[in-house]
């Protein structure tokens, strides 16, 4: 199974802030890295595809990059409904794996 | 709009089962894949398996082998998750969440609402 390691597992941050979370997988999934937006008793919500792709209708303040093992995952400039969780996904092959999970909190 | 709905909360006692459902509408059921994530509570999201909803090949995550089953039925549009045997360590939320295909990637681009299912003597 392909491990992913996300970090990190939370941070504070500041509405207007800049914020930055990476993924490193255990072996090469060229771009196969999705990102994830999860509110607290709700569903994941698709925010990035494909590592830099962004879904219809998500804000151009997230945006991703990275291929092969490492990924990002950037928020600019966050607002206060960016405070919540974030996993990122690797899709290159089963089992689908999710990283741990961050938390963007309020500084 | 392609919506996902699921069917309600469920509690069950250890050792039975629960079969869970997730209605598709809004695009060609048959033409996409169907998969199932486990979520417990205060957790991250854990990939159970998918099933082709159109010829209904499946496959699973090697943790939860033997006891989930994924169905579906084409003509109600209704992808089910079937896990026996409860413990305990089941309670958790569960999705259904469709998988889109471009050039690009394999992604999850809906889901469904989640499944509280509460294992409990």
């Known amino acids: 199974d392909i491990q992913v390691t996300q970090s990190p597992s939370s941070l504070s941050a500041s509405v207007g802030d800049t914020v930055t979370i990476t993924c490193r997988t255990s072996?090469?999934?060229?771009?196969?890295l999705n990102w994830y937006q999860q509110k607290p008793g709700k569903a994941p919500n698709l925010l990035i595809y494909?590592?830099?792709s962004l879904q219809t209708g998500v804000p151009s303040r997230f945006s991703g990059s990275g291929s092969g093992t490492d990924f990002t995952l950037t928020i600019s400039s966050l607002q206060p409904e960016d405070f919540t969780t974030y996993y990122c996904q690797q899709s290159y092959s089963t089992p689908w794996t999710f990283g741990q999970g961050t938390k963007v909190e309020v500084k | 709009q392609v919506q996902l709905v699921q069917s309600g909360a469920e509690v069950k006692k250890p050792g039975a089962s629960v079969k869970v459902s997730c209605k598709a509408s809004?695009?060609?059921?048959?033409?996409?894949?169907m998969h199932w994530v486990h979520q417990a509570r205060g957790q991250g999201l854990e990939w159970m398996g998918w099933i082709n909803a159109g010829n209904g090949n499946t496959k699973y995550s090697q943790k939860f082998q033997g006891r989930v089953t994924i169905t579906r039925d084409t003509s109600a549009n209704t992808a089910y998750m079937e896990l026996s045997s409860l413990r305990s360590e089941d309670t958790a939320v569960y999705y259904c969440?469709?998988?889109?295909?471009?050039?690009?990637?394999?992604?999850?681009?809906?889901w469904g609402q989640g499944t509280l299912v509460t294992v409990s003597s």
């Open positions: 494909a590592a830099s």
């Open positions: 072996q090469s999934i060229s771009n196969y």
């Open positions: 969440a469709r998988e889109n295909v471009d050039g690009y990637g394999y992604y999850f681009d809906y």
């Open positions: 809004g695009y060609p059921f048959a033409s996409y894949t």
